[in-house]
């Protein structure tokens, strides 16, 4: 793998898919006994709105950890089952709206910067152009909420469902253009699903920067960590930074043996663990 200037260590870890060897709830201290600051998740309920018990039990293991979650998806529906967003889909927009005034205050909470907004699906029957429609509308309303805590609505291409209508940065590009006078709404570049998609990362890095909020990577094929595919992900990494690129990157791969194991790559780039952790990592 090519070595790139980019800071490794403000890399953050995707909760959601590594230190998958422990409970939800013990990931966040998971992440930081293994070196990390930073992490980011999906919606972690399996509701919109979620009981003040399970609220109060995701901010716990987050503050009681001592990392600072900066992202996380707006609840995106039944994930297990296919589904990938609820906020093109007319009869939940009263439900996406609910659960856009939870994640606002979660937000206000634990100072989150970003929310990833899922598109949703084609529903068979109905016209896509009522589904866009109601998608502007709700991305019109999320936006307008986290913008009171300073925070950006994220769009995301995504791989794997055929029926999910975004799946190239231009396809996000397009419909920012529809939400024009909404400064924080950007595209999520995540570089596992622009390449299984066959989008060229390089010419989205190039043309799209202005619009990037934030990057995600996997090595392709598989979603494993980085080495274990055939992306060059630290040399597409450098080039993001070398169009402008000055955020985090965020780590949503899914380990090819433990979460521990897969951390190898960062430790080849950069000093990105503290001793103590290094240590940790190596012994446990």
């Not at 995504?158 to 590009?173: C, E, I, N």
């Not at 596992?192 to 934030?214: C, K, P, Q």
């Not at 992900?233 to 450098?238: A, D, T």
Request: charged share 20%.
């Amino acid at each position: 793998m090519m070595m790139t200037g980019y800071p490794w260590s403000t890399v953050q870890a995707n909760i959601s898919l590594l230190f998958n060897e422990v409970p939800f709830l013990d990931r966040p201290a998971a992440a930081r006994a293994a070196g990390f600051q930073a992490i980011e998740c999906w919606w972690p309920f399996a509701t919109a709105v979620p009981t003040n018990e399970e609220l109060a039990a995701f901010v716990g293991s987050i503050e009681d950890a001592g990392v600072h979650l900066r992202a996380l998806n707006f609840f995106a529906g039944n994930m297990a089952a296919g589904e990938r967003g609820i906020l093109s889909d007319p009869s939940r927009l009263r439900e996406f709206r609910d659960n856009v005034d939870v994640v606002a205050d979660l937000g206000a909470r634990l100072k989150i910067e970003s929310f990833n907004a899922l598109y949703g699906n084609r529903i068979e029957g109905l016209d896509p152009a009522k589904q866009d429609d109601s998608a502007i509308e709700a991305i019109t309303f999320a936006a307008d909420a986290v913008s009171e805590i300073g925070a950006t609505v994220l769009l995301e291409p995504v791989s794997g469902v055929d029926a999910y209508p975004l799946k190239t940065a231009a396809d996000v590009v397009r419909v920012l253009a529809e939400v024009p006078h909404l400064s924080n709404v950007r595209l999520l570049a995540d570089l596992y699903h622009l390449t299984v998609n066959g989008d060229d990362v390089e010419a989205v890095a190039r043309e799209h920067m202005s619009v990037i909020g934030h990057v995600q990577i996997a090595d392709a094929p598989g979603r494993h960590e980085p080495g274990s595919g055939d992306m060059d992900i630290p040399g597409l990494v450098e080039v993001f930074v070398q169009h402008g690129y000055k955020g985090r990157v965020g780590l949503e791969y899914v380990p090819s043996a433990g979460t521990r194991e897969s951390l190898e790559w960062l430790r080849s780039l950069s000093p990105f663990f503290g001793s103590d952790a290094h240590d940790a990592v190596r012994t446990n």
